[in-house]
């Protein structure tokens, strides 16, 4: 028995995990330097960057764009404007020679050319791929150009400059920063929970998990392919996951040895019961979470994948500490620290037990009330927008705002900022494909410029200006109409049309993610519960509750409810392309923690009493703190995530954080127990031969505290 062993060799296990923590600690500051920027996948839009990426660097990105205005009555053709441009060139260059331009100083192309000839733009491309135009760059650029012709009005914007400035209320502050806002919120939960220093035992069996999580991180970083490397945010992702998660095995084991000390038992008796019954819930709980997770790889990119593929430790490792680490600790110093002991153990909660009864009761309605609003909520995700924020969208004031005023005031569409770069094999043909390109009526116009920077290996580069920003809900049909436009061999890359096919390739692998999660998590609790009705519900209703999830982020994100008081900025128009895949690997095998520890303590009451009433009520009375405490940590831990600049991190954070506390409040604590009681026998019901297929024995009815029993099934919640 694993308790048993672990009792004792406490000093082997201590000495262990104390290797393990130590070599974390020392590898944790290493870990983000082995991460790469970008999501990489197959498409063709990725592999005309692959071959941009090679010969011009930066500029799969989206630009920087300068808008360039000349005196009153000065056309750009006067011999003064182009020297004053030609020195706004020179003086970028000057300032950094790595980065590469497309102005009309250098193509004379008539197509960066504003209304009525006085104005024109500049599209500034980083050196390196993965770089972005920030704002600091942007702010450079103007400084240049002022210098160089202090007779032109300057202004500059860019995508990313424009984000950065609605999500400027937030500060990037970093994995070490949210992971202390989602530790000290998860102390303050615990310290209620308890009232005594076992509030702090979670943490420190969490600080190891997430340290040993970031060890592990390290390590899939040298085997990982060069195809699929792993993205940064896997590392915001893993931390706050893994906080949470071994935050509420923890809290799972401690609570079931405090009854167990309350019952009676001896400190060493009470370890092995609470490894031997809530250990059960835990690794149940974790194998379930990190197949959820896991499930990812099947959609085709790296960042899912090297979420998925951490998927397979962040529960394990959570699980691991919670049954080896945590037991040794208590029996060592756990009666110790148990102190004040300011609530007491062992007994069901007062509130809780009315609760169930109270929704046993009024059964009909509060499933009614339940389904209702998980059903109002999902029919809000249905007129969800997936596709990237538009410009309007993001800052609303600011400097940057004001260049993308200027920039259609000069008769320019918001489109440049999203400019498609376009790889020529042959360097001649360069000049037919703009031709044809500046025909097209859903372009504003092609350039094709000339010199060392855009011609490399007999390859050249075109750009083609959409008249909409690519990759956004109101992109229209600029991509299609290039691809289609240019001929054979030539092709079409930048950040809008990888976006487009990260779309359709993801949401194209979304019901092979959907069938594999639900239909894996559905064969396992039908073995740990012995029961088909009860896993079937348990699925149905964690598909609602992630549709009503996605309906919270449609509210927020994309129709700004609370953008303003949360983050200080507004409304993205459209939810993130991975925030929805991402949800539901992590929401669908997360939230079965809570399914888990609520119907096994329920499954252990009714065999004991052969009453699904008396089953429901001590579930919920004995699990109900414990579910709405381990939810409550999960999603401080998950808010303090969505504290992060990058957009997609943000909305995935919030968009968890927000499904954990209505999957625990609405699904377990009130449908749960009124669909439970509802169904009544039927909840138990196995067809012989489905029980013969999973080897399921029924188990007789038992004693409540007897001492050295088994758990039944799954075990129980503690």
Same mark, same amino acid.
Request: aromatic share 6%; proline share 6%; hydrophobic share 50%.
């Given at each position: 028995m694993l308790s048993r062993w672990v009792v004792r060799h406490r000093l082997l296990v201590f000495a262990a995990w104390l290797a393990i923590t130590v070599v974390g600690v020392l590898v944790a500051p290493s870990v983000s330097g082995r991460l790469q920027s970008g999501i990489h996948m197959s498409g063709s839009a990725s592999t005309a960057d692959a071959q941009i990426e090679a010969r011009y660097g930066g500029a799969t990105s989206d630009p920087g764009v300068l808008v360039l205005g000349l005196p009153k009555g000065e056309p750009v053709t006067a011999p003064a404007a182009r020297a004053g441009l030609r020195a706004v060139d020179a003086a970028i260059k000057k300032a950094d020679p790595r980065v590469r331009l497309v102005s009309y100083a250098s193509t004379g192309a008539r197509t960066l050319v504003g209304n009525g000839g006085t104005s024109t733009i500049v599209l500034a491309y980083p050196p390196h791929t993965g770089d972005d135009m920030s704002a600091g760059q942007i702010d450079a650029l103007v400084g240049a150009a002022k210098a160089a012709a202090p007779g032109l009005t300057v202004h500059g914007t860019s995508v990313k400059a424009l984000e950065a400035g609605n999500t400027s209320g937030s500060g990037n502050s970093g994995v070490m920063t949210e992971l202390i806002f989602g530790v000290l919120g998860a102390l303050v939960v615990l310290a209620w929970v308890f009232g005594?220093?076992?509030?702090?035992?979670?943490?420190?069996?969490?600080?190891?998990?997430?340290?040993?999580?970031?060890?592990?991180?390290?390590?899939?970083?040298?085997?990982?392919?060069?195809?699929?490397?792993?993205?940064?945010?896997?590392?915001?992702?893993?931390?706050?996951?893994?906080?949470? &998660?071994s935050i509420d095995y923890s809290l799972l084991?401690?609570?079931?040895?405090?009854?167990? #000390?309350?019952?009676?038992?001896?400190?060493?008796?009470?370890?092995?019961?609470?490894?031997? #019954?809530? *250990?059960?819930?835990?690794?149940?709980?974790?194998?379930?979470?990190?197949?959820? =997770?896991?499930?990812?790889?099947?959609?085709?990119?790296?960042?899912?994948? *090297?979420?998925?593929v951490s998927g397979l430790f962040i529960p394990s490792t959570a699980v691991l500490v919670a049954l080896t680490?945590?037991?040794?600790? =208590?029996?060592?110093?756990?009666? #110790?620290?148990?102190?004040?002991?300011?609530?007491?153990?062992?007994?069901?909660?007062?509130?809780?037990?009315?609760?169930?009864?109270?929704?046993?009761?009024?059964?009909?309605?509060?499933?009614?009330?339940? &389904?209702?609003?998980?059903?109002?909520?999902?029919?809000?995700? +249905?007129?969800?927008?997936?596709?990237?924020?538009?410009?309007?969208?993001?800052?609303?004031?600011?400097?940057?705002?004001?260049?993308?005023?200027?920039?259609?005031? +000069?008769?320019?569409?918001?489109?440049?900022?999203?400019?498609?770069?376009?790889?020529?094999?042959? +360097?001649?043909?360069?000049?037919?494909?703009?031709?044809?390109?500046?025909?097209?009526?859903?372009?504003?116009?092609?350039?094709?410029?000339?010199?060392?920077?855009?011609?490399?290996?007999?390859?050249?580069?075109?750009?083609?200006?959409?008249?909409?920003?690519?990759?956004?809900?109101?992109?229209?049909?600029? &991509?299609?109409?290039?691809?289609?436009?240019?001929?054979?061999?030539?092709?079409?890359?930048?950040?809008?049309?990888?976006?487009?096919?990260?779309?359709?390739?993801?949401?194209?692998?979304?019901?092979? =993610?959907?069938?594999?999660?639900?239909?894996?998590?559905?064969? &396992? =609790?039908?073995? *740990?519960?012995?029961?088909?009705?009860?896993?079937?519900?348990?699925?149905?209703?964690?598909?609602?509750?992630?549709?009503?999830?996605?309906?919270l982020l449609v509210l927020v994100f994309q129709h700004g409810l609370g953008m303003q008081t949360f983050w200080g900025a507004r409304s993205y128009g459209a939810v993130g392309t991975l925030a929805p895949v991402l949800i539901f690997g992590f929401l669908f095998g997360v939230s079965m923690d809570y399914e888990v520890f609520i119907l096994a303590r329920v499954r252990e009451g009714y065999d004991r009493s052969g009453s699904t009433r008396e089953g429901v009520v001590e579930g919920v009375s004995r699990t109900g703190r414990l579910v709405t405490s381990a939810a409550l940590i999960l999603f401080l831990a998950l808010a303090s995530l969505s504290t992060a600049n990058d957009i997609t991190v943000r909305q995935i954070a919030a968009g968890l954080a927000a499904g954990v506390l209505l999957d625990a409040v609405v699904v377990r604590m009130l449908l749960l127990p009124a669909l439970v009681s509802l169904f009544g026998k039927l909840n138990w019901w196995m067809p012989p031969g489905a029980a013969r297929l999973m080897r399921i024995h029924a188990a007789p009815p038992r004693l409540p505290n007897e001492p050295g029993q088994e758990p039944v099934a799954i075990g129980d919640a503690g």
């Open positions: 005594s220093l076992l509030a702090a035992l979670p943490i420190i069996m969490a600080l190891v998990s997430v340290l040993t999580m970031q060890l592990l991180i390290y390590a899939l970083t040298c085997v990982m392919p060069s195809s699929s490397p792993l993205n940064p945010a896997v590392q915001y992702i893993v931390a706050l996951l893994g906080l949470g &998660l084991v401690v609570t079931r040895w405090r009854e167990e #000390r309350a019952a009676g038992r001896s400190n060493e008796e009470a370890v092995r019961a609470a490894v031997g #019954r809530a *250990g059960h819930s835990v690794w149940f709980s974790g194998l379930v979470a990190s197949l959820g =997770l896991f499930a990812l790889i099947v959609v085709p990119n790296s960042l899912a994948r *090297g979420i998925g680490l945590l037991p040794a600790v =208590l029996s060592k110093v756990g009666p #110790r620290v148990d102190w004040p002991r300011r609530r007491r153990a062992g007994s069901a909660s007062r509130f809780w037990t009315w609760w169930a009864v109270l929704v046993i009761r009024y059964r009909m309605l509060a499933a009614a009330l339940g &389904l209702a609003i998980l059903g109002a909520l999902a029919a809000v995700a +249905a007129t969800i927008d997936i596709g990237l924020p538009t410009t309007s969208h993001l800052a609303t004031s600011g400097v940057y705002t004001d260049g993308l005023h200027a920039l259609q005031a +000069a008769g320019f569409p918001a489109g440049t900022l999203t400019t498609v770069p376009v790889y020529v094999p042959h +360097a001649p043909d360069a000049a037919s494909v703009a031709s044809s390109l500046d025909s097209v009526d859903s372009l504003h116009g092609a350039v094709s410029p000339a010199g060392a920077p855009w011609r490399h290996d007999g390859s050249a580069m075109v750009f083609a200006i959409p008249q909409h920003e690519v990759g956004t809900s109101v992109g229209g049909t600029s &991509l299609a109409d290039i691809r289609h436009t240019v001929p054979h061999g030539v092709l079409v890359g930048g950040e809008g049309a990888v976006n487009l096919d990260l779309t359709h390739s993801t949401y194209g692998a979304f019901p092979l =993610l959907f069938a594999v999660v639900a239909l894996t998590t559905f064969l &396992l =609790l039908a073995r *740990g519960l012995k029961s088909i009705l009860l896993p079937a519900k348990a699925v149905l209703l964690n598909i609602l509750s992630v549709a009503a999830s996605y309906g």
